[in-house]
């Protein structure tokens, strides 16, 4: 029997379903602990450890009716923060100094971290929704705001969990960097979907949507969202969650809706950690970079759990091998979700 070799719904992307090779989630699940060991006295991104950080481009306090926003001034670290983000102390971008050209040469931008919660091991697939509506209105707020600058071409929001997904820090954290041109996955996702809507007048990630809530890879949804295994994944036990209804960026979320989003969130991690013994992973929102392409581009979050080896062959061509294909994936993610 061959194995089925896919296309990517937009990049011109090909993996191979190896299904002679195929994995039972058993054979995958992550066997000893990489969680790194780090004392809370010595952790930066603990409460009381502040100082052990650059000053915070955002902070949010507990007010009396509501949520406050507030920035770090003038040497203060404000205390008792719900979350909190920083400036990374190994930028990839950084921003210009006042009066610098930014010529295409220089890697302009920022690079922040949000520290998701003050308690330490608050990861996604353990928090509380509250905290986890924090963590979604941080990045929005980071969003608007390094979306502002002139020389910010795109804002990419992601998240490494664990030291195989390349965390170096084990504190509940996500990572956020402005670049200065729009990234190669996503200028391809943007032109595959610009053509698709001038021939069909339609965005292709509502179509996907319409296939997916009903095809065997469909994991899990609630109201506003769906969660499945693409088509033509390349991570076994790839999932991508995305808005049922046409969504450019994360910009539109409503207070009900981030909600929904929290709790999609928390469920899928914590059925792929029940699933494999809380494997690495790492995840990346696509979102669309400008209004030219708010009416062709719909944004979804894409989920890598980190449990197979990239070699000669994926790269050396681009082209994968999966191991587990997404509607194996699906149906199990789906049956230990139902159990949770
Ligand atoms: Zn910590
Ligand atoms: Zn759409
Ligand atoms: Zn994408």
Redesign the pocket.
């Known amino acids: 029997m061959l194995n089925d070799i896919r296309k990517d719904y937009l990049l011109n992307r090909w993996v191979v379903m190896a299904t002679h090779r195929k994995r039972r989630p058993v054979d995958l699940a992550r066997k000893e602990t990489d969680i790194q060991k780090f004392s809370r006295s010595s952790c930066p991104f603990c409460p009381g450890n502040e100082r052990k950080t650059p000053p915070a481009s955002l902070v949010y306090l507990k007010g009396r009716k509501s949520t406050v926003r507030k920035k770090d001034t003038n040497g203060i670290r404000h205390k008792n923060w719900l979350i909190r983000c920083v400036p990374n102390l190994y930028s990839a971008f950084s921003h210009p100094k006042i009066g610098e050209s930014f010529s295409s040469g220089k890697a302009v931008g920022h690079h922040e971290v949000l520290i998701e919660s003050p308690n330490h091991n608050e990861q996604p697939a353990n928090a509380k929704i509250s905290q986890l509506v924090y963590v979604i209105n941080g990045y929005i707020d980071r969003l608007e705001d390094l979306s502002s600058k002139p020389y910010v071409k795109y804002v990419s929001i992601f998240r490494n969990y664990g030291l195989d997904a390349g965390a170096s820090l084990s504190h509940a954290h996500s990572q956020i960097i402005a670049t200065p041109m729009i990234p190669t996955i996503l200028s391809d996702e943007l032109s595959a979907s610009s053509e698709y809507y001038k021939a069909n007048e339609k965005?292709?990630?509502?179509d996907i949507?319409e296939r997916e809530k009903n095809s065997p890879r469909f994991i899990w949804g609630n109201k506003s969202f769906i969660a499945f295994a693409p088509w033509a994944g390349v991570h076994p036990f790839e999932y991508w969650i995305t808005p049922k209804?046409?969504?450019p960026t994360l910009s539109e979320l409503r207070s009900q809706t981030t909600r929904d989003l929290a709790i999609a969130l928390k469920t899928c991690l914590n059925g792929l950690r029940s699933l494999l013994n809380d494997p690495p992973y790492n995840y990346g929102f696509h979102l669309s970079p400008n209004e030219e392409t708010d009416k062709h581009?719909?944004w979804h979050l894409e989920v890598y759990p980190k449990l197979t080896i990239w070699a000669g062959f994926e790269k050396s061509t681009g082209i994968y091998i999966n191991v587990v294909p997404p509607e194996d994936a699906a149906r199990s993610m789906k049956r230990i979700i139902e159990r949770n």
């Not at 965005?203 to 509502?206: D, L, Q």
């Open positions: 965005c292709i990630f509502c949507v209804e046409h969504q581009y719909h």
